[in-house]
């Protein structure tokens, strides 16, 4: 292979970006008040899909994806969910784990989602508004590292309602740094 074809090559698959990007936010432990920890936000996406994100007091962030099930089923859906299968299969992919921060009742959370290209799975920054310690909304969602694939940011209207839930699934993950808790 030619110095040009190799540079070329190395060009094309840097931009694709790493398996996961670094997420920019700093992990730090959350103590506030604006937001409810003690169980799930919920947001009713269709008639049969429920989105699902668990706030943790370390700072973790999980959105544990569309449920299948209606609206109104949602409690007896939580409830009957095998956590300990549902980690399992989290466990292989970092797509779901983040990082959560609440500053002036703004929230803001940093996780991985799948994208577009075929060889990364991007971190994504979603930005929102505290209306009361149990319901908030996201405003926008943009790449927390703009690339070739992605580097939009899209304008939301997704209001997320609380559910007192317990037990919540485990936190532990090997996707969201642990350690330093550095503060902003």
Not at 155 to 173: A, G, V
Request: glycine share 4%; hydrophobic share 30%; proline share 5%.
């Amino acid at each position: 292979m030619n110095y040009k074809a190799l540079v070329c090559f190395v060009f094309v698959f840097s931009s694709f970006g790493s398996c996961d990007d670094k997420l920019t936010l700093t992990k730090a432990p959350y103590s506030g008040e604006e937001i409810r920890i003690d169980g799930y936000y919920y947001r009713e996406n269709t008639d049969y899909c429920v989105s699902v994100y668990f706030f943790y007091s370390d700072g973790t962030f999980i959105d544990a994806g569309c449920l299948s099930c209606k609206p109104n089923e949602i409690e007896t859906y939580m409830r009957n969910m095998d956590w300990n299968q549902w980690r399992k299969a989290m466990d292989d992919s970092s797509i779901g784990y983040g990082i959560f921060r609440v500053s002036d009742n703004e929230l803001f959370i940093e996780m991985w989602r799948p994208s577009s290209s075929w060889f990364s799975f991007p971190a994504y920054l979603y930005t929102g508004k505290v209306l009361n310690d149990s319901t908030f909304i996201i405003k926008k969602v943009q790449p927390s590292k703009p690339s070739a694939f992605d580097n939009e940011t899209r304008s939301r209207h997704e209001i997320f309602r609380f559910k007192q839930f317990s037990p919540k699934p485990d936190s532990t993950n090997r996707f969201v740094p642990t350690g330093n808790f550095k503060t902003r």
